[in-house]
């Protein structure tokens, strides 16, 4: 029998037992692997927790739901949940997509508005577990359970500048010496190896000078500890903070920067070198300055020029922020009339991790071509 | 139909009873129907497989164009007296002899393209034909802006050859370190068709299917980047199928030929050449039946359980050979980093274990599975003696005998968003015995590595040739991070508490 007959076989067989409000729960499968579960309210259950898809919003209510399996191309198996919220048509479509090598379920949602009018409405994902929500990330412990795309996290509520990623601040770590900035004492560091990550938003396009400051206190002896400095627009700068400056010597480098992808932030990311004793980078102080200011790095560094700064950031002290403004998983949106809106996200699936969108070549179209070519060839064995 | 229930796709009342009995569960219907295909026609045992035929073959689509500027020239360069004419006839023309050679599509645009409004059309058009890959030949220094265009409105990888006499370092700097784009700033030809490989190799890896041995699971999944389909197949699978096949008259022929090639025969017998032969059909018919390219094993642990009486070393090489990538001991990156010296540098390596020398600071790369045919698959095979299995004194691998003096490069894909990338020269190919380890034993002096004790990753591929900018063309083109193993060492001298 062939892939597609199981396919209408499914679907029909489904249709026939459940009747006109649909499918109780539908598997979401990907051959070999193991099936998460979506049920008819809207929630997915994966190993870790459930994921449930709501909205809110003035004068929306949940009004009537179904949920089908249907098959995406006549090929790939998914389930599609849909939802009225009043003006507001909510439509979840989920797969897995044959991710290596666990696989990792793909939600579409999609927003409608139908009622002819402009609307504000925030849509939530509100996981059963205690997640630490990132921006582009929510862990359940180390495990990323699930990701945002980076064409959906410009939805997510944020801040003018924080932190991306979530790394250990160490408080009076570093003892500079001289005349320095406070800020200087204060560090985050990337455990085990994760870059140190911060955004700040700027106009789209433009430019600005970044002014990262370090102090290694830790380590008397050059070439244990390097970091490798990325600033959006400027051209990475491996540096070595006791060979440059000394132990306990605070140090200043100056890039220029521009928001290359018109995105309207610019970021910064001090990583780990491969094959360096201590991989564990670590950040002290982050100046942005407009273009127009002149700056004289020992000025900086003593922190006189802070009050011209457009973003001073102690890293790892008291005023340091996650870029993100709300702990939970919210997106409000603006829908024109009879706009339509898709957001995707990622979810983890049985024993297996989402991917991390920065880090990733996965898209959307790449995992569902992916998904559909799998089905194809494992009906053809 | 299904009277009692209505559903117009039933095919008969046990199916449609089956359906709903799972649909009933309420869980995995889709997994239920679709998990158990019906099986495929798997080639007889007797059947003589052509292994030319289990390299995957993709279409490889690449648009091309001439960038210039309205003619005439006057100033500027490349300059007035520089024959655009001349030099475009010159660049079709080897343009088309490397797609010949390589097998790929060339859709080049009939006239060159000089201003914005051409751009913009063929950018639309680009958008929508799809491309795996774009050519650019730039025929004027004012061209240069057009590139990041291009490569930003398509996202289509970009490769671009700015001959001699159109581009300064200035120009380069932005472009040529932009992921997805591969700036070629030369009057080499060769290089603009290693880009081609780059895109042909790319293909290579989205339409190839590699078989996972080992464990116990059956599914299917996909290699982020790549591209490339990872079936994972019961290891029993293997030594199931290889007890059903019989020593064929291809068998015969190959162990015959096996031993006629060797230099020099030490432990293997007749039987284990025959036996390494049947493990290569067998791998050959297992790869036909599940519309696989290549695969990767559980070897050790197959030899270690006794479940087959040979190692597949010998079986591998042959496949290697023959440009089909075949991994050892289910390390499927290292299978990865085998089919990238196949798919883009169209010769085979192996993948090994590093020692590193500390006397002489060198690294003793070994493993049993070396290809031999390591100038390129249609070069003279490098001379092999015919050895065992060292570990397991089973079976027949090769002594691949390496050419003192010439350069090789060691890769390694480290996942498939990292890449290690280092060169060296071998300087010795070391008996087994007086060492122990693995029977090609290939002595390597590194470049641009203070102390070979940092060399980074293990079970990196060795393959002949400086390859160095040719892989870091790929891995910027594609978005793959390259490492190099440290070029001074990070370790402290001295004890430590």
Same mark, same amino acid.
């Given at each position: 029998m062939s892939r597609a007959m199981y396919l209408l076989i499914g679907i029909s067989t489904l249709a026939c037992c459940c009747g006109a409000l649909g499918a109780e729960t539908v598997g979401l499968s990907s051959p070999g692997l193991p099936p998460s579960q979506f049920h008819a309210n809207g929630v997915l259950a994966e190993d870790w927790g459930t994921l449930t898809v709501t909205l809110t919003g003035d004068g929306l209510a949940p009004g009537e739901q179904r949920l089908e399996a249907v098959a995406l191309e006549n090929v790939v198996p998914a389930a599609r949940w849909s939802a009225d919220f009043g003006q507001i048509r909510l439509q979840v479509t989920a797969y897995k997509a044959p991710v290596y090598p666990q696989g990792m379920d793909v939600l579409e949602v999609q927003l409608e508005e139908?009622?002819?009018?402009?609307?504000?409405?925030?849509?939530?994902?509100?996981?059963?577990?205690?997640l630490g929500v990132g921006l582009s990330t929510a862990r359940l412990g180390n495990r990323v359970v699930l990701s945002i795309p980076l064409e959906t996290q410009r939805f997510l509520e944020t801040r003018d500048w924080g932190y991306v990623?979530?790394?250990?601040?160490?408080?009076? &770590?570093?003892?500079?010496?001289g005349d320095c900035d406070p800020g200087f004492a204060n560090i985050r560091a990337g455990m085990g190896g994760i870059p140190i990550r911060y955004r700040f938003r700027v106009e789209k396009g433009g430019k600005v000078q970044v002014v990262l400051g370090l102090c290694e206190s830790f380590y008397g002896q050059a070439g244990i500890r390097p970091l490798l400095c990325e600033v959006e627009g400027a051209r990475p700068l491996l540096v070595d903070p006791v060979a440059r400056w000394g132990q306990h010597k605070p140090g200043a480098l100056l890039f220029t920067a521009s928001d290359d992808d018109a995105?309207? &932030?610019v970021t910064i990311t001090i990583r780990p070198v491969p094959g360096a004793r201590d991989r564990n980078p670590i950040l002290n102080v982050v100046w942005v300055f407009p273009t127009n200011v002149r700056l004289n790095l020992n000025k900086v560094i003593s922190g006189a020029l802070n009050d011209q700064a457009r973003y001073y950031v102690d890293v790892g002290g008291k005023k340091d922020q996650p870029l993100l403004l709300t702990e939970g998983l919210r997106f409000p949106l603006e829908l024109a009339a009879g706009e339509k809106r898709t957001l995707t996200f990622y979810v983890a699936c049985a024993g297996g991790q989402a991917v991390v969108p920065e880090l990733t070549a996965w898209t959307p179209e790449s995992l569902f071509r992916a998904a559909r070519e799998v089905w194809t060839g494992w009906a053809q064995r | 139909m299904c009277q009692q229930h209505q559903c117009g796709s039933c095919f008969n009342r046990r199916?449609?009873?089956?359906? !709903?009995?799972l649909a009933s569960m309420g869980t995995g219907l889709f997994t239920g129907?679709?998990?158990? $295909?019906? $099986?495929s026609e798997a080639p007889a045992v007797t059947d003589v497989i052509d292994v030319r035929e289990l390299r995957p073959k993709p279409e490889v689509r690449v648009a091309a164009s001439?960038?210039?500027?309205?003619? $005439?020239?006057?100033?500027?360069?490349?300059?007035?007296?520089?024959d655009l004419d001349g030099h475009q006839r010159e660049y079709t023309a080897l343009l088309r002899a490397s797609a010949n050679r390589l097998g790929i599509q060339v859709d080049q645009e009939a006239q060159p393209l000089n201003s914005d409004a051409t751009i913009d059309a063929w950018i639309k058009k680009l958008i929508d034909t799809k491309p795996h890959g774009i050519l650019v030949i730039?025929?004027?220094?004012?061209?240069?802006?057009? !590139?990041?265009r291009i490569a930003d409105q398509t996202k289509i990888p970009l490769i671009v050859f700015a001959p001699v006499g159109t581009a300064f370092t200035g120009h380069l700097a932005g472009p040529s370190r932009k992921t997805g784009v591969h700036v070629i700033s030369s009057l080499d030809w060769s290089a603009v068709e290693d880009g081609l490989r780059m895109i042909r190799a790319k293909r290579l890896f989205e339409e190839t299917r590699v078989l996972w041995i080992r464990g116990n699971e059956r599914n299917e999944t996909v290699v982020e980047r790549l591209g490339t389909k990872v079936r994972a197949i019961p290891r029993d699978t293997f030594n199931q199928e290889f007890d059903k096949q $019989?020593?064929?008259?291809?068998?015969?022929d190959l162990a015959a030929d096996l031993r006629k090639r060797a230099i020099k025969i030490v432990e293997p017998n007749e039987q284990d050449a025959l036996n390494a032969m049947r493990a290569h059909v067998t791998a050959k018919r297992l790869l036909k039946a599940e519309g696989a390219h290549a695969l990767s094993m559980d070897c050790l642990g197959m030899v270690g359980a006794r479940l087959v009486p040979t190692p597949p070393c010998a079986a591998w090489t042959l496949l290697q050979d023959a440009g089909i990538t075949a991994g050892c001991e289910a390390d499927l990156f290292g299978a990865m980093s085998l089919m990238m010296t196949s798919y883009l540098l169209d010769r085979p390596g192996y993948m090994n274990d590093p020692v590193p020398e500390t006397v002489h600071n060198t690294l003793i790369a070994a493993h049993c599975t070396s290809g031999t045919r390591i100038a390129g698959f249609d070069q003279k095979p490098a001379d092999y003696i015919l050895r065992n299995h060292s570990e397991s004194a089973l079976g027949v691998a090769m002594q691949v005998l390496w050419p003192e003096g010439q350069p090789v490069t060691l890769v390694r894909f480290n996942g498939p968003n990292e890449m290690i990338i280092d060169t060296g020269k071998v300087v010795g190919n070391v008996q087994t015995p007086p060492a122990g380890g693995c029977r090609t034993s290939v002595e390597i002096e590194l470049d641009n590595i203070e102390d070979s004790r940092d060399t980074l990753g293990f079970h990196q591929v060795v393959t002949l040739g400086d390859h160095r900018r040719v892989l870091e063309g790929f891995c910027q083109l594609y978005g793959i991070k390259v490492t190099h193993s440290p070029r001074f060492s990070t370790f402290e001298y001295g004890g430590q508490a």
């Open positions: 139908t009622g002819g009018e402009p609307r504000s409405v925030t849509l939530n994902l509100q996981p059963s577990a205690q990623i979530d790394t250990t601040p160490m408080p009076g &770590w570093a003892k500079p010496e995105d309207g &932030w | 199916e449609c009873l089956k359906m !709903i009995s129907l679709v998990e158990t $295909p019906a $099986p001439f960038l210039e500027m309205p003619r $005439p020239y006057w100033l500027g360069w490349p300059g007035t007296t520089y730039l025929q004027h220094m004012q061209t240069w802006g057009w !590139i990041n $019989p020593v064929t008259d291809e068998v015969r």
